[in-house]
């Protein structure tokens, strides 16, 4: 059992920069993979990043790759999602998320948190 609490959301400019973080309650965290989801409104969730249990891989959706960076450290039980360069189409919530062995992005993980707002204005 994963419980996943994120933080770091708020109102922002496009062009700016936004740093959200999960903080993880399960003791074996290292042993699952870790990302991001987001859902905009009127839209389906959709994957956006992914990360291994050591941190050594990570994969993104094509839209935010080369502005978004997933890292992680195990020792804090904590995942980071840096989004740089934003856009109003990232505007969503977004979802940390957690699953063993592997995040597939047409594939919902079996662990979500609550949810926290990202907005972009133009």
């Known amino acids: 059992q994963v419980q996943l609490v994120e933080s770091g959301g708020g109102l922002v400019q496009a062009g700016d920069s936004l740093r959200l973080s999960c903080a993880a309650s399960?003791?074996?965290?290292?042993?699952?993979?870790t990302g991001w989801f987001r859902q905009a409104p009127g839209k389906e969730r959709e994957f956006v990043a992914a990360?291994?249990?050591?941190?050594?891989?990570?994969s993104y959706a094509d839209s935010v790759k080369g502005r978004f960076t997933i890292s992680r450290d195990n020792a804090k039980n904590t995942v980071y999602l840096q989004m740089d360069s934003l856009k109003p189409d990232d505007t969503a919530v977004y979802y940390c998320?957690?699953?063993?062995?592997?995040?597939?992005?047409?594939?919902?993980?079996?662990?979500w948190g609550q949810g926290t707002q990202v907005t972009v204005s133009s």
């Open positions: 998320v957690a699953d063993q062995p592997a995040i597939v992005p047409t594939t919902f993980p079996r662990y």
């Open positions: 399960a003791r074996t965290f290292g042993s699952y993979v």
């Open positions: 990360i291994s249990q050591s941190g050594g891989r990570s």
